[in-house]
Nanobody, 118 residues
């Protein structure tokens, strides 16, 4: 079992920046593909960005050029740097860990709320 704890959410004005962190309780953090997802009120949970164990990244079109995902395997932590925030970025942001060898072995954090005011 892997526990994920997100932090860094909050209220920010449009155009501002936030940095989310997700700390994982596993000594084998490096083998997990990590991802950030978000869910706005009344909407489905959508992919924001992922980063593989090898450091390859993938982004939703809506955040390309504004958000950057990174990981520090020594700290068992994944980050999401969010710049040029827009009101449409308002959502609960969730961290996900997907085992790179076992499909379907996934873990989710409880989420952190990001609110962007206009």
């Amino acid at each position: 079992q892997v526990q994920l704890v997100e932090s860094g959410g909050g209220l920010v004005q449009a155009g501002g920046s936030l940095r989310l962190s997700c700390a994982a309780s596993t000594s084998i953090f490096s083998i997990y593909t990590m991802g950030w997802y978000r869910q706005a009120p009344g909407k489905q949970r959508d992919l924001v960005a992922t980063i593989t164990s090898g450091g390859s990244t993938n982004y939703a079109d809506s955040v390309k050029g504004r958000f950057t995902i990174s990981r520090d395997n020594a700290k068992n932590t994944v980050y999401l740097q969010m710049n040029s925030l827009k009101p449409d970025d308002t959502a609960v942001y969730y961290c996900k860990a997907a085992h790179s060898a076992y499909v379907g072995v996934n873990y989710w954090g409880k989420g952190t709320l990001v609110t962007v005011s206009s």
